[in-house]
């Protein structure tokens, strides 16, 4: 089946400096998945970041990006500099092209910024 | 702006217990879906629905089941509740069941089974 991996559980990061979350993907169906990352603050429901449903773009919401690789299978978030405010839980996820709506989603990684 | 509500947020249980979890979106979305996550782990899928009536079988299925009573509402039922499922429970809705339609999440509601 599909599978998403997130290599950092937690990451810990100064105020200002430079972010990127690795993510990696596995899609066993036939074309290319459409990928997202969704984002949890503390005490609220996952909300969603960013998406690119087509190889090769790039996405891009509130100073965070992430471009499709569908050469690397990846698709690693990255902020040039984060916020106290960005500590939060950064899930990657893909749905496949059965178009059920079934999301696959990464281990989730823990940002932490420092002031 | 989407909604999606969870009841209770936290709930804690006996072995063997009955547990009714509660979802409601008043975003006049057809589809709904119930997740579960486990400590450092990501969600995944129990059941999902696609309308008033309609349930379809997630990737984790063994152990609940579910009901969608009405387009607002849909149930997660444990009716012999064990310590496996203390998890964190996450309920979602979406206006679309295509590949790339937004899933808006409810809060959600930490289990814990004892």
């Known amino acids: 089946g599909d599978s998403v991996t997130q290599t950092e559980g937690q990451v810990t990061v100064s105020e200002s400096k430079s972010l990127i979350i690795n993510c990696t993907y596995s899609?066993?169906?036939?074309?290319?998945?459409?990928l997202f990352w969704y984002v949890r603050y503390p005490g609220e429901g996952l909300q969603l970041l960013l998406k690119?449903?087509?190889?090769?773009q790039k996405g891009s919401s509130r100073g965070f990006e992430a471009t499709y690789n569908k050469e690397a299978t990846s698709f690693h978030l990255q902020k040039a500099s984060v916020q106290e405010s960005d500590s939060a839980v950064y899930y990657c996820?893909?749905?496949?092209?059965?178009?059920?709506?079934?999301?696959?989603f990464g281990d989730g990684t823990v940002l932490t910024v420092k002031p | 702006e989407a909604a999606v509500t969870q009841s209770p947020r936290n709930k804690v249980t006996v072995t063997g217990g009955n547990v009714t979890l509660s979802c409601r979106q008043t975003?006049?979305?057809?589809?709904m879906y119930w997740y579960r996550q486990d400590t450092g782990h990501g969600l995944r899928l129990i059941h999902y629905?696609?309308?008033?009536?309609?349930?379809q079988i997630g990737d984790v299925p063994d152990g609940y089941k579910a009901t969608r009573t009405t387009q607002e509402d849909f149930f997660l039922l444990l009716e012999l509740a064990s310590p496996s499922q203390t998890s964190l429970y996450f309920c979602?809705?979406?206006?679309?069941?295509?590949?790339?339609?937004?899933?808006?999440f409810g809060p959600g509601t930490r289990l814990t089974v004892l």
């Open positions: 979602a809705s979406s206006e679309d069941w295509g590949n790339y339609a937004e899933q808006f």
């Open positions: 899609a066993t169906s036939i074309g290319y998945p459409n």
């Open positions: 690119v449903i087509t190889a090769g």
């Open positions: 996820a893909l749905s496949d092209n059965t178009n059920t709506g079934k999301l696959t």
């Open positions: 975003n006049s979305h057809n589809y």
């Open positions: 629905s696609y309308g008033a009536g309609n349930l």
